[in-house]
């Protein structure tokens, strides 16, 4: 169905109108969101405590993190939103078309901040909504989960006969295994099987748990490293759970291990995250001795803008005190590493902040009706990568939409 361009009193179309055509020009867009995300997981949470409102500021957390992470973070979801908008911006009015434009330009150029565009919010939430109503009902796979685990557990069914069969069951079948890890973690039959179990699920819901078991010391150190492992090989499926429970900072004893995970896969947020940490508790005495093990860790960035970073970190107004001597000894120790292989993460933001910046130049041209122009600058992105789904996208487009 086609947005409609006037409201029914013929009037001049406000601001709110002209976001609910555009709303409804990408109603149904599909964000491609797992069903064991870890964001659906949250948001039934606080729909079943009934705070599933932008009133609570922890719902408004949630959703900021869903786009960032599947929007703002994924080129393809967000070359696809702009797209859909070019092509039905011709049905709308021209008010309306000049705050498409805006929210065009705002997907395209990924040095935006997509958590504060309305339409780009207010989408998402609604897909979220429609995204959990959709999802097949998991509770026969779990029931089926415990009656495996009781077998198991009176003797009447092998280690290995539990573990193949749990994993034939699929995700939600990771529930009950964490159960029983959890309620007797110091078992070491139970949790060496359930560590085992979850690392061969290799679900989202799987990895949450495993991450969630190494963020305090609660098994035996083989086992503790056995699931860190899983963890780090499964890490994108793990990252959204940790990133949430590092912002709260609602820790006692800081998660060593999440840092550490942060630092070996060369998270690009992760000395970041270190100096948040520190600017939290770096007043509080009782952290003192884990900051300084995070200091350390630091140390194994290979962020090539890591000394430039605690540089400005210690004359920064924030920095705690206490936090001082610690970036101090930083910068005393530090030393840089060889440089990385070609395609290591900062390499590869830059690379991509730089084809960015080429196709945003093409899409002015080609919104300024400069077609021939726009068509050779989306070639030459193309000739350094095929697959850029901006360029793809724009090139893609029927003649209606060169707007």
Not at 286 to 306: G, K, V
Not at 383 to 397: C, I, N, R, V
């Amino acid at each position: 169905m086609s947005p409609k361009k006037r409201n029914p009193s013929g009037s001049k179309i406000s601001i709110g109108e002209s976001v609910e055509i555009i709303a409804q020009s990408i109603a149904g867009f599909d964000f491609n969101v797992a069903p064991d995300d870890f964001i659906l997981f949250e948001l039934n949470r606080m729909i079943e405590e009934d705070r599933a409102s932008f009133e609570d500021e922890e719902f408004r957390i949630l959703i900021d993190e869903g786009i960032q992470q599947h929007v703002e973070e994924n080129l393809e979801i967000r070359s696809k939103l702009a797209g859909a908008l070019r092509n039905s911006i011709l049905e709308m009015d021209p008010a309306t078309q000049t705050i498409a434009r805006r929210v065009i330009r705002a997907l395209e150029n990924t040095g935006y901040d997509l958590r504060n565009v309305g339409v780009v919010v207010r989408t998402y939430t609604a897909y979220l909504f429609d995204r959990l109503q959709s999802l097949e009902d998991g509770s026969a796979s779990e029931q089926d989960a415990r009656r495996l685990i009781e077998a198991w557990n009176s003797g009447t069914l092998s280690t290995e006969e539990l573990s193949k069969q749990i994993q034939h069951l699929g995700p939600r079948a990771a529930g009950p295994v964490a159960d029983l890890l959890l309620d007797d973690p110091e078992n070491r039959r139970i949790a060496e099987t359930a560590v085992s179990i979850l690392s061969g699920i290799g679900s989202a819901i799987s990895a949450r748990v495993l991450a969630h078991v190494i963020a305090e010391p609660m098994l035996d150190e083989d086992l503790e490293m056995r699931a860190y492992l899983s963890v780090r090989e499964t890490w994108p499926l793990a990252r959204p759970f940790i990133i949430h429970s590092l912002e709260a900072h609602a820790h006692e004893d800081l998660p060593f291990r999440w840092f550490q995970l942060l630092i070996e896969v060369q998270d690009l947020t992760a000395a970041q995250r270190i100096y948040d940490e520190l600017c939290v508790h770096g007043a509080n005495a009782n952290y003192h001795e884990d900051l300084w093990a995070l200091t350390i860790l630091l140390a194994q960035s290979r962020d090539p803008e890591i000394e430039d970073q605690v540089v400005e970190w210690l004359n920064s107004p924030e920095t705690p005190a206490a936090v001082v001597p610690m970036l101090q000894e930083f910068l005393k120790d530090y030393r840089k590493p060889a440089a990385g292989a070609a395609a290591d993460p900062w390499n590869e933001q830059s690379r991509l902040q730089s084809l960015n910046g080429d196709y945003v130049a093409a899409a002015e041209l080609w919104d300024a009706g400069k077609i021939d122009a726009a068509q050779t600058a989306l070639d030459r992105i193309l000739e350094k990568d095929p697959a850029y789904p901006f360029a793809k996208m724009l090139k893609s487009l029927s003649s209606r939409c060169r707007t």
